[in-house]
């Protein structure tokens, strides 16, 4: 079945460490995007790509970095630098403006 | 930049009942796509109905159906017949027509949590 695989499920982040969040999709889709979910904020654009080799900042992207050296994968790092990383990450494809498709996330948390 | 905006956190609807989540945005584009999505506690966002703002005439899936006011910028979410699988944070999301820089993303409202009563 083609979609979007996101991992770990749950993520613990001691202070001062980074951590990296897998996604990786098999729908062939050029767009991808990383999205910050906390409690009401709804979600938030952190990162997105859409093409192999270059990606753009989105609204939060301070703290976070990322790659796309691969059509299928597009890892998220969560840096030191974040200051709130505690938060769900969704991670979604795009195959035109009308279709998109999400993973089941990731729960990072700080401790 | 667009924003969403969903002025009820929490809605709550008795199992069999009619109930109605609001959602405005604002845009100075005249052709742009809408969306409802549910999330379950499982956290998977499951698409529950889209419009294409150039469409009049307002979506429709099975019970879930909206009620798009393009002069007043309103995008509202009808579900009949609740059940209690409905019960789910509901998110209105805006996409611009346009494929260049932030315009390619998915704008968020901030959720309504909606509780359904058995």
């Known amino acids: 079945d083609g979609g979007i695989t996101q991992s770990p499920k749950y993520l613990f982040r001691k202070e001062g460490q980074n951590v990296t969040l897998s996604c990786e999709q098999n729908?062939?889709?050029?767009?991808m995007y990383w999205y910050r979910q906390d409690p009401g904020q709804g979600l938030r654009l952190i990162y997105y790509?859409?093409?192999?080799?270059?990606?753009q900042k989105g609204d939060i992207a301070e703290g976070y970095s990322v790659s796309r050296e691969k059509k299928e994968s597009f890892p998220l790092t969560v840096t030191s630098a974040q200051k709130n990383p505690t938060a769900f990450y969704l991670c979604?494809?795009?195959?035109?403006?009308?279709?998109?498709?999400f993973g089941q996330g990731t729960r990072l948390t700080v401790v | 930049a667009q924003t969403v905006t969903q002025s009820q956190p929490e809605m709550s609807v008795q199992e069999a009942e009619t109930v109605t989540l609001s959602c405005t945005y604002d845009t100075s584009e005249s052709d742009y796509y809408l969306f409802w999505y549910k999330q379950p506690p499982s956290r998977q966002m499951i698409l529950v109905i889209r419009?294409?703002?150039?469409?009049?005439q307002n979506a429709t899936e099975n019970r879930f159906s909206v009620n798009f006011q393009k002069a007043a910028k309103s995008f509202s979410l009808k579900i009949s017949d609740s059940q209690l699988g409905d019960a789910a944070m509901y998110f209105c999301a805006y996409r611009s027509p346009y494929s260049s820089g932030s315009a390619r993303q998915l704008t968020f409202g901030s959720g309504t949590q909606l509780t359904v009563l058995p």
């Open positions: 729908l062939n889709h050029d767009a």
């Open positions: 790509s859409q093409i192999v080799n270059d990606f």
């Open positions: 979604a494809t795009s195959r035109t403006r009308f279709d998109w498709y």
């Open positions: 419009q294409e703002a150039y469409k009049q």
